[in-house]
DNA sequence: TAACATATGTAATAGCCGCTAACATAGTCA
DNA sequence: TGACTATGTTAGCGGCTATTACATATGTTA
């Protein structure tokens, strides 16, 4: 229930408090957190590089030392948020049984829990084209976290791995979870006037297209 | 099938090859042309007004003259999508008996293959917050063609339209759908190699959570 | 028809931004 | 110490949004 893409005191840097002297010391990390605060803050399209070197101190110059362009900063803060939302997914479904539905439903809910949470984020993750269409890094680490879901659907329906069935019905899952979640950042749930119950419609999902098959 | 976004042939104007004069003539049709290939072709993200300007053959001024702002002038190009698809998704679920499953699917396909062939476009409806988040006009365009998949679910429960069960599920479809078509633009579902029949997976969404409600 | 009002174009400009080149400073290692 | 490398700065180019002042076409009305 965390998702926390803020502040990085974890791995503290070398220098925690380096702004005396004319080299930073940790510009690199503090650039990342000040990209993430501000595509949160004002959207992913209207971040800019030098607004983001002045939140960091520096000048507009200084962050083409650590990133090659634009894209390059934005794909490493995509490829962290992916990373940090894998293992947050793999965190949640922990307390329930191997093979339960609750483990599924778990991975669900987090993914629509980091889109509410990360909304800008999330924008920049997806519907971003932003030059890193057929990236290799951000393919894999898709991949990864996608296999959390296909593992999970096929110990529920009791099928190894890579049966292809797996993979069809994590996917019906992830298109679910995935289109609300935009649906939600975007204000649509809210313009339709719905009152739906997140929960319950995705024990529905998840029922109506996973559970429905255990029992042929 | 048609999704025809380009020429905008119909509704001819006032004066169709008015290029001499000091006047243009036509402008503010031929600017929303514009702007709509240069979205298809670069993202709404990197799209300049004064791109447009220059391929419609007037100053980086002259769009101010008939919009507000940037902002504005992606509106009008929203709008125009959303009521393009609204209509054509009307035209799809003509062709099959009143209150059938086929009617829904219809729809759902229809939403995808709009996705499909304009992605950029896509991209611009939904994704973009750029200014017209609570905008009126938008919202009240959404809320007709998402009606229209209300009604559809209502007709094949035997419910009233305002049946809140017919907009829940309605909403499950849209969000199947809509999750859908993001990843299949993002390059997302190719990715992840898989191998799925779209058609097929429509009719099991639609069979798993709207035809198991008729027989309770 | 002449004069005025309105609509719609241009040119010039201010203030952003992305990115690069040339230069400055600090840390590292022979 | 001295050379090399890493990481800062300043200055500047070209492109963008948007505004302002000015120019030209169109239409209305006396």
Not at 43 to 62: D, H, L
Not at 66 to 84: C, G, N, Q, S, Y
Not at 184 to 210: P, Y
Request: hydrophobic share 40%; aromatic share 8%; glycine share 8%.
């Amino acid at each position: 229930m965390d998702h926390t893409l803020n502040a990085d005191s974890s791995s503290l840097p070398k220098k925690v408090t380096a702004k005396a002297g004319y080299h930073h010391g940790d510009l690199r990390t503090q650039l990342l957190n000040a990209v993430r605060l501000l595509v949160e803050e004002k959207g992913a399209e209207n971040f800019s590089i030098a607004e983001a070197a002045r939140k960091a101190g520096v000048s507009t110059a200084a962050p083409y030392r650590h990133f090659e362009d634009k894209p390059a900063i934005l794909k490493a803060v995509v490829l962290d948020a992916m990373t940090r939302n894998g293992e947050e997914m793999r965190r949640v479904m922990q307390p329930f049984p191997f093979g339960s539905i609750e483990r599924i439903n778990a991975l669900g809910q987090c993914y629509i829990d980091f889109a509410r949470q990360h909304p800008g984020i999330f924008r920049l993750v997806f519907g971003f084209s932003e030059k890193h269409d057929g990236d290799e890094d951000l393919t894999a680490c898709g991949r990864e976290v996608f296999g959390i879901v296909i593992e999970a659907v096929a110990n529920y329906l009791d099928l190894p791995p890579n049966h292809p069935m797996a993979a069809e019905r994590a996917y019906m899952l992830w298109t679910f979870v995935h289109g609300h979640s935009w649906l939600i950042i975007d204000g649509k749930t809210k313009a339709q006037d719905l009152q739906i119950d997140e929960g319950v419609m995705l024990s529905a999902v998840s029922d109506g297209l996973i559970a429905s098959l255990r029992q042929p």
